[in-house]
């Protein structure tokens, strides 16, 4: 091959090699002492030629050496370290350098195969983010809840907008819209602004209605304070979109506190949605968008 300029495009780094830097210096020395001067190996003039060629080369080994250093699959030793934050990952103790590049393999297959679920843990790891939850619509017309064709609709229980729309601009895939009543416009690396909508989760507050009869040595205050913070707690740890399985809410009254579970007998639960003029004692639905709530004031007891 004939000496080049090296140069760096998309595919990397380019660099003639020792035996381009020869054959180049030696024409150049032919062009200026003429064609008929002697190049052969043992003539001092060649050998010089081979010493600067030698030099070249050994700068070039050098800048390749560094260009490596910023790619983790040539990387190695503490040159790979530095770059591990990028990828959230850290060198366990021994650990070699194979190893590292392998576990960065597959935190990058991850990335590529799995852009809902990049953003889901991103998301997680922001400040005051409780809850998140992901709806796609792959298909070619709005589904039941209203999402459009092909588009993302994450619902965001607290955190910051302009954080969360941050994250699904920088890990969702191209051709994918971010769908939502909620639109913030997110500035990338080159300047461009583009818009990220998402939606906020609405709290929907629930009362639960507990008829109780006290048995004998039953306390009723005591009992009031067990079941009170279980059932209120099993309510609010429930996820966004989750409905609320009412017949479940007797075991975690009951296992509030066993000490007393057998001075109280629950003959009925009943729950109502805030503003609603029915209750339920079977399922409590919860809308795509929603998360049901309680609080002590809404947890009702009623004695028989």
């Given at each position: 091959?004939?000496?080049?300029?090296?140069?760096?495009?998309?595919?990397?780094?380019?660099?003639?090699?020792?035996?381009?830097?020869?054959?180049?210096?030696?024409?150049?020395?032919?062009?200026?002492?003429?064609?008929?001067?002697?190049?052969?190996?043992?003539?001092?003039?060649?050998?010089?030629?081979?010493?600067?060629?030698?030099?070249?080369?050994?700068?070039?080994?050098?800048?390749?050496?560094?260009?490596?250093?910023?790619?983790?699959?040539?990387?190695?030793?503490?040159?790979?370290?530095?770059?591990?934050?990028?990828?959230?990952?850290?060198?366990?103790?021994?650990?070699?350098?194979?190893?590292?590049?392998?576990?960065?393999?597959?935190?990058?297959?991850?990335?590529?195969?799995?852009?809902?679920?990049?953003?889901?843990?991103?998301?997680?790891?922001?400040?005051?983010?409780?809850?998140?939850?992901?709806?796609?619509?792959?298909?070619?017309?709005?589904?039941?809840?209203?999402?459009?064709?092909?588009?993302?609709?994450?619902?965001?229980?607290?955190?910051?907008?302009?954080?969360?729309?941050?994250?699904?601009?920088?890990?969702?895939?191209?051709?994918?819209?971010?769908?939502?009543?909620?639109?913030?416009?997110?500035?990338?690396?080159?300047?461009?602004?583009?818009?990220?909508?998402?939606?906020?989760?609405?709290?929907?507050?629930?009362?639960?209605y507990i008829m109780l009869r006290v048995l004998e040595g039953g306390?009723?205050?005591?009992?009031?304070?067990?079941?009170?913070?279980?059932?209120?707690?099993?309510?609010?740890?429930?996820?966004?979109?989750?409905?609320?399985?009412?017949?479940?809410?007797?075991?975690?009254?009951?296992?509030?506190?066993?000490?007393?579970?057998?001075?109280?007998?629950?003959?009925?639960v009943q729950v109502a949605v805030a503003g609603a003029q029915t209750?339920?004692?079977?399922?409590?639905?919860?809308?795509?968008?929603?998360?049901?709530?309680?609080?002590?004031?809404?947890?009702?007891?009623?004695?028989?």
């Amino acid at each position: 091959m004939a000496y080049f300029t090296p140069y760096l495009d998309d595919t990397g780094i380019h660099m003639p090699t020792y035996e381009d830097r020869l054959a180049d210096l030696s024409e150049t020395y032919r062009s200026i002492f003429g064609n008929e001067a002697e190049l052969s190996s043992p003539v001092p003039d060649y050998q010089l030629l081979s010493v600067f060629s030698k030099a070249l080369d050994d700068a070039s080994a050098l800048v390749l050496q560094a260009c490596n250093a910023r790619n983790p699959m040539y990387a190695a030793g503490a040159y790979l370290d530095a770059l591990l934050p990028q990828y959230g990952l850290t060198r366990g103790e021994g650990e070699s350098d194979a190893s590292l590049r392998a576990r960065i393999r597959q935190r990058l297959q991850a990335s590529c195969s799995d852009p809902v679920g990049n953003i889901l843990r991103a998301a997680r790891e922001l400040e005051s983010v409780w809850r998140v939850k992901t709806f796609v619509n792959d298909t070619d017309a709005a589904d039941s809840n209203g999402i459009p064709p092909h588009s993302l609709a994450f619902v965001l229980d607290g955190g910051n907008i302009e954080n969360f729309a941050r994250v699904i601009q920088e890990n969702k895939a191209p051709g994918i819209a971010a769908w939502g009543s909620t639109t913030v416009d997110v500035t990338d690396a080159q300047g461009n602004t583009h818009p990220v909508s998402f939606t906020r989760c609405e709290s929907v507050f629930v009362f639960v209605y507990i008829m109780l009869r006290v048995l004998e040595g039953g306390d009723r205050e005591a009992i009031e304070a067990a079941i009170t913070p279980a059932i209120r707690d099993y309510i609010n740890e429930s996820g966004i979109n989750e409905p609320l399985n009412v017949p479940l809410i007797y075991g975690a009254a009951y296992s509030s506190n066993p000490d007393i579970a057998n001075t109280y007998f629950i003959q009925d639960v009943q729950v109502a949605v805030a503003g609603a003029q029915t209750v339920d004692r079977i399922l409590v639905p919860c809308a795509w968008n929603e998360k049901l709530v309680a609080v002590n004031g809404s947890i009702l007891f009623f004695y028989s």
